[in-house]
């Protein structure tokens, strides 16, 4: 009865405007959004779908605002609940309804037509809720008239109001969820049809489940400047700009290291990627997101520049700036030994898998980096060749020992003698160098950061 009785007050203001004397119409602008819609015969399947939806949505609509409001006509309305094999709007369940209309609301911004079109393209943010309590996002395109989300488009622009504006639209505009999202995206149809290829559903199966999930999309200049150098599987590939369990909006990134839906070789171990965060996001130290927070039903697209190819050890050692002395180590300081190319050795390939033990910069920063043949065996006195002993492959309690490329044995111990995850004995002997992460997955071998460079038995 209160939702009756608000909308009865909206007539009343409507009726109140009216002058008996000249029997003049009120100008539109001079009527907020939800008196605007109760006046437009066409809206009425949205002026009952207001009243059905739990919540004071004609109140909020009937504020200051600004509103932008994508209305569906009545066939729009009509043609959803046919497909929805809904009877009625009584059939649809309040909440849904809530929040698919909420969907229709961008607040704070009165977008006109000529606002669109001069932007040609771009996403907006609604009033529903989406995937981590953020605001749903919402595609515009103005390449041929001005459409929404790829599928509902304006036929009655910019009916102004005193709280915003409102646009009439040929379709109701649901819930997207990650897949809808990159569909209606031309920038990203490399992706969808890499998605989709021979038929394959493994994907769009997993990206319109419920749940949650950030996906790093590579737009259409990014796939066509990718290569596949290492003639990495498209699936694994794909699979590798996936993060599960997680809708990681920009504003949570850090520098660190995530988990991607891509394995190592036949195993379940998940492969690291590595996010920096210092001067925008890169990924792995090769592609930077060029249009954050795309926000979906069920997680959050970041769309990105470049391919996230499958990474190696050298990867991360490249890209994680925590590393960066060891890198010049394996390069510059060591010109007679090309570790570049054997530690990019592909999985499956000797010498690889690899066992690398990274010593931070400031590990190498407490030692006298020594000239270039004892540093050679230093730096292979870090790797272990043929396997990749990820932490739970160690014996706990216990110790694991394999042989360096240099020659001389490492030993892992469990459990630590201090606050490290492990600690690890080099080849002359030190045994308190602390592991301080572990597990940073590459596709051809696994990475555990030491905080001590290991020194191996110099004098056999």
């Given at each position: 009865?209160?939702?009756?009785a ?31 819609a ?36 009545n ?6 609940l ?24 961008i ?7 000529t ?12 009033e ?8 749903m ?20 622009p ?19 969820n ?8 031309p920038?990203l ?36 400047a ?14 590798n ?41 890169t ?10 927070d ?16 499958i ?34 050795t ?28 004892v ?10 060749g ?8 160690l ?25 490290n ?19 940073v997955?590459?596709?051809?071998g ?5 905080d ?9």
């Open positions: 009865m209160k939702k009756l608000l909308i009865f007050l909206s007539f009343a203001t409507i009726l109140s405007c009216s002058n008996d004397d000249d029997n003049t119409t009120p100008e539109l602008e001079s009527l907020n959004i939800v008196e605007s109760l006046i437009t015969s066409d809206l009425s399947n949205l002026v009952a779908a207001l009243q059905a939806a739990d919540g004071d949505l004609v109140n909020v609509l009937s504020g200051s605002g600004p509103f932008t409001v994508l209305a569906p006509n066939a729009a309305f009509t043609a959803f046919s497909a929805n094999n809904f009877a009625s709007l009584a059939d649809v369940p309040t909440d849904i309804l809530k929040q698919i209309l909420l969907n229709h609301v607040y704070d911004a009165t977008l006109m037509s606002d669109l079109i001069a932007a040609g393209s771009g996403y907006a943010s609604t529903a809720t989406g995937a981590g309590d953020n605001k996002s919402i595609y515009f395109d103005t390449s041929s008239g001005v459409t929404f989300n790829g599928i509902s488009n304006v036929d009655t910019d009916i102004e109001a005193i709280n915003g504006v409102i646009h009439i639209v040929d379709a109701v505009i649901g819930l997207p990650i897949v809808d999202h990159a569909v209606a995206n920038n149809t490399n992706l969808v049809s890499a998605l989709t290829t021979d038929g394959n559903t493994t994907f769009t199966d997993l990206l319109s489940t419920p749940g949650d999930f950030t996906v790093f999309a590579p737009t259409n200049d990014g796939f066509t990718f290569t596949n150098p290492a003639g990495n599987a498209l699936n694994d590939i794909l699979s700009h996936v993060v599960t369990e997680v809708t990681a909006t920009a504003s949570g990134l850090a520098n660190s290291y995530v988990k991607t839906a891509a394995t190592f070789g036949a195993t379940t171990n998940n492969l690291s990627l590595y996010i920096n965060t210092d001067n925008g996001v990924l792995n130290g090769i592609s930077t997101v060029v249009i954050p795309i926000i979906a039903s069920n997680g959050v697209i970041h769309a990105v520049d470049a391919v996230i190819d990474p190696t050890v050298v990867t991360f050692a490249v890209a994680d700036p925590n590393f960066s002395t060891l890198a010049t180590a394996l390069t510059t300081l060591t010109p007679s030994t090309d570790f570049v190319a054997t530690l990019s592909a999985n499956g390939t000797d010498p690889a898998p690899f066992t690398v033990f990274a010593p931070t910069n400031d590990a190498f920063a407490a030692i006298t980096v020594p000239e270039e043949s540093l050679t065996q230093v730096l292979l006195h870090h790797v272990i043929g396997m990749n002993v990820a932490s739970g492959d014996n706990n309690p216990g110790d694991t020992v394999a042989p360096s490329l240099e020659g001389d044995n490492l030993t892992i111990t469990l459990p630590s003698t201090n606050t995850i492990a600690d690890l004995t080099d080849g002359s002997g030190v045994s308190d160098i602390g592991i301080v992460t572990v597990d997955q590459a596709g051809n696994v990475i555990h950061v030491i001590k460079v290991a020194i191996p038995n110099l004098m056999n």
